[in-house]
T-cell receptor, first 114, second 112 residues
Framework: NAGVTQTPKFQVLKTGQSMTLQCAQD?????MYWYRQDPGMGLRLIYY???????DKGEVPNGYNVSRLNKREFSLRLESAAPSQTSVYFC?????????????FGPGTRLLVL | GNSVTQMEGPVTLSEEAFLTINCTYT??????LFWYVQYPGEGLQLLLK?????DKGSNKGFEATYRKETTSFHLEKGSVQVSDSAVYFC???????????FGKGTRLSVIA
């Protein structure tokens, strides 16, 4: 049981390049999330998927797109990377419905945009 | 709207000192409250949680009590260890099926 996995761990991009961050969970969770973490800003929600086939914008969706490929996988795409997107990206998943619902996080992807 | 405010760090303590990290929240309805911890180079992991007023969450010597009257969920530990050095995040889940709202995090450094 690997929990939430993310690839790649590190990535360097040039401005204008595109890339896709991959996330997968093996806990049969319905909901999945993408956050970015920046110094002094905490975690900010980019997009989330409450269930397979649905996606919704979070606090900072501009410059990103997502795909909920199936129940296990939720990818984040940067179509044209900008230096402002330099950050650490975390994927998370949870099984909603209970008030004690817990989000489980992946190890993160460190992205540097030059 | 929903928001979480936690004390700014960094917080530096000597081993065996008492720890308090303050957290207050604004939310509609009756949120669930969480503390997450992030060790260096890792993702966040749940430390403790409370789902209703006056509930106390506890884990690994850490405690936090859901105080509805003061809209607070302060994290405490009686005797910190070097291994507790990490970033601590307070978070809330508003009523219903909505994502967590996080505070900005408090970095704790414990020195021997």
């Amino acid at each position: 049981n690997a929990g939430v996995t993310q690839t790649p761990k590190f990535q360097v991009l040039k401005t204008g390049q595109s890339m896709t961050l991959q996330c997968a969970q093996d806990m049969n969770h319905n909901s999945m999330y993408w956050y970015r973490q920046d110094p002094g800003m905490g975690l900010r929600l980019i997009y989330y998927s409450a269930s397979e086939g649905t996606t919704d914008k979070g606090e900072v969706p501009n410059g990103y797109n997502v795909s909920r490929l199936n129940k296990r996988e939720f990818s984040l795409r940067l179509e044209s990377a900008a230096p402002s997107q330099t950050s650490v990206y975390f994927c998370a998943s949870s099984d909603p419905g209970a008030r004690q619902e817990t989000q489980y996080f992946g190890p993160g992807t460190r992205l540097l945009v030059l | 709207g929903n928001s979480v405010t936690q004390m700014e760090g960094p917080v530096t303590l000597s081993e065996e000192a008492f720890l308090t990290i303050n957290c207050t929240y604004t939310a509609t309805g009756y949120p669930s409250l969480f503390w997450y911890v992030q060790y260096p180079g890792e993702g966040l992991q749940l430390l403790l949680k409370a789902t209703k007023a006056d509930d106390k969450g506890s884990n690994k010597g850490f405690e936090a009590t859901y105080r509805k009257e003061t809209t607070s969920f302060h994290l405490e530990k009686g005797s910190v260890q070097v291994s507790d050095s990490a970033v601590y995040f307070c978070a809330l889940r508003p009523s219903g099926n909505t994502p967590l709202v996080f505070g900005k995090g408090t970095r704790l450094s414990v020195i021997a």
